[in-house]
Protein backbone atom coordinates (compact mmCIF):
# COMPACT_ATOMS: atom_id res chain seq x y z
CA UNK A 1 0.00 0.00 0.00
CA UNK A 2 1.27 3.09 -0.33
CA UNK A 3 2.51 5.99 2.31
CA UNK A 4 1.73 9.44 2.60
CA UNK A 5 5.61 10.25 3.69
CA UNK A 6 7.25 12.09 0.43
CA UNK A 7 9.26 9.11 -1.18
CA UNK A 8 11.99 11.30 -3.16
CA UNK A 9 12.18 15.43 -2.95
CA UNK A 10 13.88 18.11 -5.31
CA UNK A 11 14.88 21.41 -4.25
CA UNK A 12 15.50 24.39 -6.78
CA UNK A 13 14.80 27.26 -3.95
CA UNK A 14 11.38 28.39 -5.20
CA UNK A 15 9.34 24.74 -5.90
CA UNK A 16 10.22 21.72 -4.31
CA UNK A 17 8.54 18.14 -5.20
CA UNK A 18 7.26 15.10 -3.53
CA UNK A 19 5.59 11.86 -4.69
CA UNK A 20 3.46 9.02 -2.61
CA UNK A 21 5.50 6.63 -3.78
CA UNK A 22 9.07 6.64 -5.78
CA UNK A 23 9.11 3.35 -6.89
CA UNK A 24 5.50 2.59 -7.78
CA UNK A 25 4.47 -0.91 -9.24
CA UNK A 26 3.19 -1.57 -12.89
CA UNK A 27 -0.54 -0.06 -12.37
CA UNK A 28 0.11 2.18 -9.53
CA UNK A 29 -1.16 6.20 -8.98
CA UNK A 30 1.26 8.27 -7.41
CA UNK A 31 0.33 11.67 -6.61
CA UNK A 32 2.52 14.62 -6.68
CA UNK A 33 2.64 17.32 -4.62
CA UNK A 34 4.22 20.54 -5.11
CA UNK A 35 5.61 23.13 -2.71
CA UNK A 36 6.12 26.72 -3.72
CA UNK A 37 6.97 29.98 -1.12
CA UNK A 38 5.44 32.47 -3.41
CA UNK A 39 2.42 31.90 -6.01
CA UNK A 40 2.47 29.86 -8.63
CA UNK A 41 1.00 30.68 -12.76
CA UNK A 42 0.21 28.30 -15.20
CA UNK A 43 1.18 25.34 -12.92
CA UNK A 44 1.50 21.92 -14.85
CA UNK A 45 2.93 18.81 -14.45
CA UNK A 46 4.40 16.68 -17.35
CA UNK A 47 4.20 12.99 -17.28
CA UNK A 48 5.00 10.67 -20.01
CA UNK A 49 5.05 13.89 -22.60
CA UNK A 50 1.71 15.39 -21.63
CA UNK A 51 1.67 18.68 -18.92
CA UNK A 52 -1.76 18.29 -16.70
CA UNK A 53 -3.11 21.10 -14.87
CA UNK A 54 -2.78 20.43 -10.86
CA UNK A 55 -5.23 21.68 -7.55
CA UNK A 56 -4.33 24.07 -5.34
CA UNK A 57 -4.74 21.65 -2.03
CA UNK A 58 -4.09 25.18 0.04
CA UNK A 59 -2.01 28.42 -0.39
CA UNK A 60 1.15 27.35 -1.72
CA UNK A 61 0.48 23.73 -1.96
CA UNK A 62 -0.51 21.88 -5.49
CA UNK A 63 -1.52 18.25 -5.79
CA UNK A 64 -1.52 16.33 -9.26
CA UNK A 65 -2.62 12.49 -9.78
CA UNK A 66 -0.27 10.36 -11.77
CA UNK A 67 -0.44 6.86 -12.79
CA UNK A 68 1.69 4.02 -14.71
CA UNK A 69 -0.60 2.49 -17.20
CA UNK A 70 -1.04 -1.33 -16.68
CA UNK A 71 0.64 -1.87 -20.65
CA UNK A 72 3.75 -0.21 -19.07
CA UNK A 73 7.36 -1.50 -18.66
CA UNK A 74 9.40 -0.88 -15.49
CA UNK A 75 12.02 1.32 -14.95
CA UNK A 76 13.09 4.81 -14.76
CA UNK A 77 10.85 7.65 -15.11
CA UNK A 78 10.67 11.39 -14.24
CA UNK A 79 7.39 13.47 -13.58
CA UNK A 80 8.00 16.99 -13.72
CA UNK A 81 6.33 20.10 -12.79
CA UNK A 82 6.75 23.64 -14.15
CA UNK A 83 5.33 26.95 -13.52
CA UNK A 84 5.74 30.80 -13.47
CA UNK A 85 6.97 32.51 -10.09
CA UNK A 86 7.05 36.00 -11.14
CA UNK A 87 7.53 36.12 -14.43
CA UNK A 88 10.13 33.44 -14.92
CA UNK A 89 10.00 29.94 -15.33
CA UNK A 90 10.55 27.09 -12.41
CA UNK A 91 10.94 23.70 -12.92
CA UNK A 92 11.04 20.95 -10.45
CA UNK A 93 11.53 16.76 -10.71
CA UNK A 94 11.40 13.60 -9.38
CA UNK A 95 13.06 10.39 -10.52
CA UNK A 96 10.55 7.36 -10.17
CA UNK A 97 11.48 3.54 -10.64
CA UNK A 98 8.79 1.65 -12.01
CA UNK A 99 8.55 -1.84 -10.74
CA UNK A 100 7.52 -5.00 -12.29
CA UNK A 101 4.44 -6.53 -11.14
CA UNK A 102 2.81 -9.87 -12.50
CA UNK A 103 -0.92 -10.78 -13.82
CA UNK A 104 -2.53 -13.41 -14.05
CA UNK A 105 -3.70 -15.20 -17.37
CA UNK A 106 -7.30 -15.73 -17.56
CA UNK A 107 -8.18 -18.49 -20.36
CA UNK A 108 -11.76 -18.51 -21.59
CA UNK A 109 -13.23 -20.93 -23.53
CA UNK A 110 -16.77 -18.90 -25.04
CA UNK A 111 -18.91 -19.51 -27.55
CA UNK A 112 -18.09 -18.65 -31.11
CA UNK A 113 -21.27 -16.27 -31.33
CA UNK A 114 -20.27 -14.56 -27.98
CA UNK A 115 -16.01 -14.47 -28.92
CA UNK A 116 -16.59 -13.28 -32.47
CA UNK A 117 -18.38 -10.66 -34.26
CA UNK A 118 -19.75 -9.62 -37.32
CA UNK A 119 -18.63 -6.57 -39.75
CA UNK A 120 -21.76 -3.93 -38.47
CA UNK A 121 -20.69 -5.51 -34.93
CA UNK A 122 -17.03 -4.51 -34.80
CA UNK A 123 -18.19 -1.11 -36.03
CA UNK A 124 -20.46 -0.49 -33.42
CA UNK A 125 -17.43 -1.59 -31.29
CA UNK A 126 -14.76 0.48 -32.65
CA UNK A 127 -17.30 3.44 -32.57
CA UNK A 128 -17.87 3.19 -29.30
CA UNK A 129 -13.95 3.29 -28.12
CA UNK A 130 -13.46 6.20 -30.27
CA UNK A 131 -16.48 8.03 -28.61
CA UNK A 132 -15.38 6.97 -25.45
CA UNK A 133 -11.02 7.71 -25.49
CA UNK A 134 -12.56 11.60 -27.38
CA UNK A 135 -14.43 11.93 -23.53
CA UNK A 136 -11.11 10.69 -21.93
CA UNK A 137 -9.44 13.59 -23.99
CA UNK A 138 -11.34 16.28 -22.53
CA UNK A 139 -8.99 18.25 -19.63
CA UNK A 140 -11.14 20.17 -16.80
CA UNK A 141 -10.03 21.56 -13.98
CA UNK A 142 -9.24 19.19 -10.99
CA UNK A 143 -12.39 18.55 -9.15
CA UNK A 144 -11.26 14.91 -7.26
CA UNK A 145 -9.73 15.01 -4.05
CA UNK A 146 -8.23 12.19 -1.66
CA UNK A 147 -9.43 9.68 -0.16
CA UNK A 148 -11.93 8.40 -3.09
CA UNK A 149 -14.66 6.36 -1.75
CA UNK A 150 -15.28 2.56 -2.95
CA UNK A 151 -18.07 2.67 -5.67
CA UNK A 152 -20.30 0.00 -3.46
CA UNK A 153 -20.48 -0.81 -0.11
CA UNK A 154 -19.21 -3.96 -0.21
CA UNK A 155 -15.83 -3.87 -2.33
CA UNK A 156 -14.27 -7.49 -3.37
CA UNK A 157 -12.49 -6.48 -6.17
CA UNK A 158 -10.70 -9.36 -8.54
CA UNK A 159 -9.39 -9.76 -12.16
CA UNK A 160 -7.16 -6.22 -12.20
CA UNK A 161 -4.70 -6.55 -15.21
CA UNK A 162 -6.06 -10.34 -15.81
CA UNK A 163 -4.67 -11.15 -19.30
CA UNK A 164 -7.16 -12.59 -21.13
CA UNK A 165 -6.75 -15.54 -23.89
CA UNK A 166 -10.45 -16.19 -25.25
CA UNK A 167 -10.71 -19.17 -27.37
CA UNK A 168 -6.71 -19.35 -27.77
CA UNK A 169 -6.77 -15.26 -28.57
CA UNK A 170 -4.65 -13.24 -26.74
CA UNK A 171 -7.03 -10.45 -26.25
CA UNK A 172 -6.85 -6.53 -24.30
CA UNK A 173 -5.86 -7.16 -20.44
CA UNK A 174 -8.67 -6.16 -17.90
CA UNK A 175 -8.32 -2.60 -17.44
CA UNK A 176 -10.50 -2.54 -14.40
CA UNK A 177 -11.68 -4.40 -11.33
CA UNK A 178 -14.37 -6.52 -11.81
CA UNK A 179 -16.91 -6.88 -8.01
CA UNK A 180 -19.89 -9.56 -7.73
CA UNK A 181 -22.60 -8.20 -6.33
CA UNK A 182 -26.30 -8.86 -6.14
CA UNK A 183 -28.23 -7.07 -9.23
CA UNK A 184 -29.88 -3.86 -7.81
CA UNK A 185 -26.56 -3.15 -5.20
CA UNK A 186 -26.43 0.55 -5.14
CA UNK A 187 -23.21 2.10 -7.40
CA UNK A 188 -22.27 5.39 -6.16
CA UNK A 189 -19.89 8.23 -7.56
CA UNK A 190 -15.79 7.80 -5.73
CA UNK A 191 -15.58 11.79 -5.91
CA UNK A 192 -16.88 14.82 -7.13
CA UNK A 193 -17.25 15.30 -10.85
CA UNK A 194 -19.30 15.54 -13.87
CA UNK A 195 -20.89 13.00 -16.33
CA UNK A 196 -18.88 12.35 -19.17
CA UNK A 197 -20.84 9.46 -20.25
CA UNK A 198 -24.02 8.07 -19.57
CA UNK A 199 -25.06 5.32 -22.30
CA UNK A 200 -25.19 1.94 -23.64
CA UNK A 201 -22.36 0.35 -25.06
CA UNK A 202 -22.45 -3.10 -26.58
CA UNK A 203 -19.66 -4.53 -23.91
CA UNK A 204 -20.28 -2.44 -21.26
CA UNK A 205 -23.68 -2.22 -21.27
CA UNK A 206 -25.73 0.61 -19.38
CA UNK A 207 -22.63 2.50 -18.72
CA UNK A 208 -21.58 5.54 -16.77
CA UNK A 209 -18.26 7.40 -17.00
CA UNK A 210 -17.35 10.37 -14.41
CA UNK A 211 -15.23 13.07 -14.89
CA UNK A 212 -13.45 14.12 -11.84
CA UNK A 213 -11.30 16.80 -13.80
CA UNK A 214 -7.81 17.36 -14.27
CA UNK A 215 -7.55 13.71 -16.40
CA UNK A 216 -9.44 11.88 -13.59
CA UNK A 217 -11.92 9.38 -14.93
CA UNK A 218 -14.08 6.34 -12.97
CA UNK A 219 -15.89 3.70 -15.30
CA UNK A 220 -18.98 2.26 -14.07
CA UNK A 221 -20.26 -0.57 -16.45
CA UNK A 222 -22.64 -3.60 -17.16
CA UNK A 223 -25.25 -1.18 -14.35
CA UNK A 224 -28.90 -2.35 -14.74
CA UNK A 225 -29.85 1.04 -14.99
CA UNK A 226 -28.38 4.59 -14.47
CA UNK A 227 -29.90 7.84 -12.36
CA UNK A 228 -27.89 10.49 -13.94
CA UNK A 229 -27.44 12.48 -16.95
CA UNK A 230 -24.51 13.43 -19.25
CA UNK A 231 -23.16 16.69 -18.18
CA UNK A 232 -24.87 16.70 -14.58
CA UNK A 233 -22.46 17.73 -11.72
CA UNK A 234 -22.52 14.96 -8.90
CA UNK A 235 -20.76 14.75 -5.27
CA UNK A 236 -18.97 12.17 -3.86
CA UNK A 237 -21.48 9.54 -2.26
CA UNK A 238 -23.93 10.29 -5.11
CA UNK A 239 -25.94 7.34 -6.09
CA UNK A 240 -25.40 6.87 -9.61
CA UNK A 241 -27.34 3.40 -10.82
CA UNK A 242 -27.76 0.15 -9.67
CA UNK A 243 -25.49 -3.11 -10.63
CA UNK A 244 -26.62 -5.29 -12.99
CA UNK A 245 -25.52 -7.80 -16.02
CA UNK A 246 -26.30 -5.55 -19.24
CA UNK A 247 -23.43 -5.64 -22.46
CA UNK A 248 -21.39 -8.38 -22.47
CA UNK A 249 -21.58 -9.94 -19.01
CA UNK A 250 -21.94 -13.38 -17.88
CA UNK A 251 -23.93 -12.44 -14.17
CA UNK A 252 -24.46 -9.46 -12.54
CA UNK A 253 -21.23 -7.32 -10.97
CA UNK A 254 -19.58 -3.81 -11.46
CA UNK A 255 -17.28 -3.16 -13.68
CA UNK A 256 -15.18 -0.11 -11.99
CA UNK A 257 -12.37 1.05 -13.79
CA UNK A 258 -10.11 4.36 -13.13
CA UNK A 259 -8.43 6.38 -15.77
CA UNK A 260 -5.53 9.22 -14.63
CA UNK A 261 -2.72 11.19 -16.17
CA UNK A 262 -0.75 8.62 -17.90
CA UNK A 263 -3.01 5.33 -18.34
CA UNK A 264 -5.52 2.95 -16.55
CA UNK A 265 -4.50 2.15 -12.98
CA UNK A 266 -5.35 -0.38 -10.18
CA UNK A 267 -8.75 1.04 -8.64
CA UNK A 268 -7.87 -1.02 -5.40
CA UNK A 269 -4.78 0.98 -5.29
CA UNK A 270 -6.41 3.98 -5.81
CA UNK A 271 -8.70 4.35 -3.22
CA UNK A 272 -5.96 2.98 -0.88
CA UNK A 273 -4.68 6.65 -1.24
CA UNK A 274 -4.59 8.42 2.06
CA UNK A 275 -6.63 11.75 2.93
CA UNK A 276 -4.69 14.68 3.81
ZN1 LIG B 1 -14.89 -6.36 -16.21
Redesign the pocket.
Known amino acids: MLVAVPAFAAQDGTLSIAVSNGAPAIGDPVIVEIAACRPVDNLVLRWKGVAWPMREAAPGRYEGLIGVDLEDREGPATVTAEGYVDGTMFRAEAELTISPREFPVQELTLPKEMAEFDNATLARIESEAAELSRRFSRVTPPRWRTPFLPPVEEYRPA ?1 FGARRVINGDPRMP ?1 S ?3 IRLPEGTPVRAIADGRIAFAGEQFFGGRSVVIDHGGGVFSVY ?1 HLKEYVVAEGQDVTRGDRIGFVGATGRATGP ?1 L ?1 FGVRVPGGRVDPTRLLALPGR
Do not use: I, R
Open positions: NHAVDYHH
